[in-house]
């Protein structure tokens, strides 16, 4: 199973690409809703308003399955802007993730190929400006147990090196975790099958 992903963590300084006359500007976002989208392009509107276009292509989620993904045109013509833009995003294998390309029309029509390839090469250009990391993908557990089964559930942590994120330590002990994606379900029966000891799955 595959449990880690590439993504990138900052904002891509803005590239530039010309073709006859036509200015492109690149840029790429680390984003994680569409929330977060629509901040970005409202920016960039403001911070381009003379453009002609501003065409994007975005992919939310960790693992093929739940991808959600769009490419927008905003105007040029069909598959010539946002689809190039997401090919780029499928050809780096990165996902959360916005790439806008900004365009200034120059005057001089490009042709759908000549489009194709602006947006494409703006698109990359933002990637290869990016920082470009891989991020494991975790599971958190809460495991709730009394204080005398203290060392139970502690040499578990221990042996299998799991990460604390939380703990309460009292009478009634809570302790969260968070494990690999690929060693998730290992982890719940260690716990699971341990007499007086409760685990349950952290909602995202």
């Not at 292509?57 to 960790?62: E, P």
């Not at 120059?106 to 933002?126: D, E, F, R, S």
């Not at 494991?136 to 495991?143: D, H, L, M, R, S």
Request: glycine share 4%; charged share 25%; hydrophobic share 40%.
């Amino acid at each position: 199973m595959k449990d880690t992903y590439n993504t990138i963590t900052k904002a891509s300084e803005d590239v530039l690409f010309k073709d006859k006359n036509s200015k492109f500007y690149g840029y790429a976002f680390p984003v994680l809703n569409e929330e977060a989208i629509k901040l970005h392009l409202n920016q960039l509107k403001k911070q381009h308003h003379s453009a002609r276009h501003w065409c994007y292509a975005y992919q939310l989620g960790t693992q093929e399955s739940n991808y959600v993904f769009r490419a927008n045109d905003d105007g040029e013509p069909n598959n010539s802007a946002g689809m190039p833009i997401y090919g780029q995003i499928k050809s780096f294998e990165v996902t959360n993730i916005l790439i806008v390309v900004v365009r200034y029309f120059g005057g001089v029509k490009l042709g759908v190929g000549g489009l194709i390839n602006a947006y494409k090469t703006a698109a990359q250009m933002a990637l290869e400006h990016s920082k470009i990391i891989e991020k494991t993908i975790t599971v958190n557990y809460v495991v709730t147990f009394d204080y005398k089964n203290m060392n139970k559930v502690m040499r578990i942590i221990k042996e299998k090196q799991l990460k604390i994120i939380n703990q309460n330590l009292e009478l009634n002990c809570k302790i969260t975790i968070s494990v690999r994606l690929k060693d998730a379900d290992a982890i719940f029966e260690a716990f699971n099958n341990l007499y007086d000891i409760k685990i349950t799955k952290l909602n995202d």
